[in-house]
């Protein structure tokens, strides 16, 4: 079982950066691969990202493509999103999940973190 927790939200002007951390605890965690999903206010959690147990594999949503990237340290158990040319749309709390399959689909995470509110002002 693993357990996540989610860092390095907050407040930031369109166009800015930030870098989101997902610590994992346990000793499987290069048994999962990871991924950034996230939810704004009223809408349904969607996909942002997900990277293989090794990091070879990578998806993106399109939507940012191009600005975000995702990427993981299996020595720290660690996996992280650095955000880029942040827009306004991009205004969420941000999840990172654990899931045996490389996957965009929410419903192939079976661990979750709490989540962590990015705000992205215009």
């Known amino acids: 079982q693993a357990q996540l927790v989610e860092s390095g939200g907050g407040l930031v002007q369109a166009g800015g950066s930030l870098r989101l951390s997902c610590a994992a605890s346990g000793r499987t965690f290069t048994s999962y691969a990871m991924g950034w999903f996230r939810q704004a206010p009223g809408q349904e959690r969607e996909f942002v990202a997900t990277?293989?147990?090794?990091?070879?594999?990578?998806y993106y949503a399109d939507s940012v493509k191009g600005r975000f990237t995702i990427s993981r340290d299996n020595a720290k158990n660690m996996v992280f999103l650095q955000m880029s040319t942040l827009k306004p749309e991009d205004t969420a709390v941000y999840f990172c999940a654990a899931s045996w399959v490389v996957s965009t689909q929410r419903r192939e995470y079976s661990y979750w973190g709490q989540g962590t509110q990015v705000t992205v002002s215009s």
């Open positions: 990277i293989s147990r090794s990091g070879g594999i990578i």
